[in-house]
Structures are given as structure tokens and as C-alpha cells.
């Protein structure tokens, strides 16, 4: 059995930031895809209240509900891509890869 390995944080483009903050500003409530500890892509639902930055482990926003999701694990935001959408993607893409070309009769 493989064991997976969170990765490090890995700094997001200023754009997902700002996607937060205006959540935040707007007290929205939905629904949060993102890759848990694990690897396995999870949600949660709630409000986003804050954004904090843990010293050595990265950015995480914090829900109304008190769970904390790092925001470069981040795959949607209330159906808006997050930082982790295109490792999301490429993994929904994989299959598909490695049949290229291949006949499918």
C-alpha cells in the first residue's frame, strides 16, 4: 500500500486570496471541495470567516463550523476553482492519458 505524503505548502497566486476575502466580505455560506491529509478530495460546508496564516505551515481559511482547510488544497470554493483545481483536474484527466491513442474497439 502506497502511503501518501501531504505536501508542503505551496504559496497560491494572489487571485485565490482575493476569491476568499470577498467571500468572507459577503458572509456566503456553501460548500468547500478540497484534498484532505490524506489526499482523498473531501468537503466541508459552511461560512468562511477568516483567513490565517500559521507560521510554518501556510494560509487556511476558517469555517463557521471551526474545521481549517489550507488554502493551496483548496479544489472549489463555493463552485469557484481554487488553487488545487488543476491538480484536481489533471488527476480526472489521468485516465484518459494513459489510453491516448489506443483503439477502443
Not at 19 to 28: A, F, L, N, S
Not at 35 to 53: C, I, K, P, R
Not at 78 to 89: H, L, M, R, S, T
Amino acid at each position: 500500500m502506497k502511503t501518501y505524503v501531504e505536501p508542503s505548502y505551496t504559496p497560491v497566486h494572489y487571485e485565490y486570496r482575493e476569491i476568499i476575502e470577498e467571500e468572507i466580505v459577503k458572509q456566503r455560506s456553501g460548500k468547500v471541495f478540497y484534498f484532505n491529509q490524506t489526499g482523498v478530495v473531501d468537503s466541508l460546508e459552511g461560512m468562511v470567516v477568516a483567513l490565517t496564516e500559521v507560521t510554518g505551515k501556510g494560509l487556511f481559511i476558517n469555517l463557521d463550523t471551526h474545521a481549517t482547510i489550507r488554502i493551496d488544497r483548496i479544489i472549489t470554493l463555493f463552485g469557484i476553482p481554487g488553487a488545487a483545481y488543476n491538480e484536481y483536474d489533471a488527476h480526472a484527466n489521468a485516465c484518459m492519458e494513459c489510453n491516448y491513442g489506443e483503439d477502443w474497439e
